[in-house]
Structure formats: C-alpha cells, structure tokens
C-alpha cells in the first residue's frame, strides 16, 4: 500500500473501534483492557521526550500521571484516519492531586488540548501512542490559582522548577533518531 492509499472500509473501522476502546478504557483506567489493545505497549510522549516501553513501563506512567490526576480524562474532539494511523484529537482534563514528577500538588484544574496518533503495524496491530501536547499550557492552568506574592507558596514554586527540569532534562534517544519519509514516490 502507498502513503497515499487508505485501508479498506472495514479495517478503518476495526481501527478507530480499538483507538476509541482504548481511549475509554483509560479514561475509566481499565489498564488491562487498555495493554490487550497492544501486542507491546509502546507510549511515546514528544511534549516530555519520554518513551514508556512495555508493560512495566507503561503501567509506570500511568501510576505516576493518575497519582498526580486521578481523574484524567479525554473529550473527543476529533479523530481522522490515515494510511498508517489514527490521528485523535482531544481536551486532555484532570484535577493536580498528587505530585507530578516532584511538582507538588495544587488543587486546581487543567484542560489542555492534545493530538494523539496511533500507528498500526502491515498486521494492523496497534505498535505505538505517540502523544503531541503542551507542557506550559497544563502548568499554567496548574499553577494559576497559586498567589506567587506569598512567601508560603516560594518553596512550592521551587519544587515545581526542579520537577519541570527532570520532567525535561534527558530526551529518550529513540525520539532523538529520525529518519527523514521518501517521498519520491
């Protein structure tokens, strides 16, 4: 099949009922629902540059994102079909309850919208999340009812520095390693 060619009605369809079973059960944290959607688990996350690879790994992030928002959810915005994927796109939501990655706690609420393709194998196995969102705009949203103007709330900004840095700080190396499309043909 070319770039150019889209699958056949049936299987656009077997897809987006997996991207869309798949998106509800982690909005529902149906994590074993979600990992049968996978032959190997595979998240990559540009915003961050971090790779969660198989299921130890991907059962990791998602303790460390529903400890810090346990009630993450998505709301469809759209989703669009392509050769080799399914784009979504959605409004990413959740309440800032427990640390994220060394950033404490705030209380408040963040919508963020984010865009998601899921790319599918020549066996139509779903082989990778790969996540496109942007970091300030949740921190903003998490940040903006803390008073910067008193002294109680410096030690919680300092915490929060030091976890945007770590949240940063080494890109995954296979995120790094591109190889630019043929497009000759």
């Given at each position: 099949m070319g770039?150019?060619?889209?699958?056949?009605?049936?299987?656009?369809?077997?897809?987006?009922?997996?991207?869309?079973?798949?998106i509800?059960?982690?909005?529902?944290?149906?994590?074993?629902?979600?990992?049968?959607?996978?032959?190997?688990p595979y998240y990559e996350l540009i915003a961050t540059m971090r790779?969660?690879?198989g299921?130890?790994?991907?059962?990791?992030?998602?303790?460390?994102?529903r400890g810090a928002f346990p009630d993450q959810n998505h709301e469809l915005i759209s989703l669009r079909h392509c050769p080799d994927a399914v784009i979504v796109e959605f409004w990413l939501t959740g309440t800032h309850l427990g640390p994220l990655n060394g950033i404490p706690a705030t209380g408040q609420r963040f919508?963020?919208?984010?865009?998601?393709s899921f790319i599918f194998d020549e066996q139509e196995n779903l082989v990778c999340e790969r996540a496109y969102f942007d970091t300030?705009?949740?921190?903003?949203?998490?940040?903006?009812?803390?008073?910067?103007?008193?002294?109680?709330?410096?030690?919680?900004?300092?915490?929060a520095l030091r976890g945007l840095s770590k949240m940063?700080?080494?890109?995954?190396p296979r995120l790094l390693d591109t190889t630019p499309p043929d497009l000759s043909h």
């Open positions: 770039r150019f060619d889209l699958p056949d009605p049936e299987t656009l369809r077997a897809r987006e009922k997996l991207v869309l079973d798949h509800h059960d982690e909005g529902t944290q149906q994590w074993d629902d979600v990992l049968s959607t996978f032959p190997h790779v969660y690879d299921e130890e790994g991907v059962r990791g992030y998602w303790a460390e994102s919508r963020m919208r984010m865009t998601a300030m705009t949740m921190l903003r949203q998490l940040m903006g009812g803390l008073n910067m103007k008193n002294p109680r709330n410096w030690l919680w900004l300092i915490r940063s700080s080494t890109p995954d």
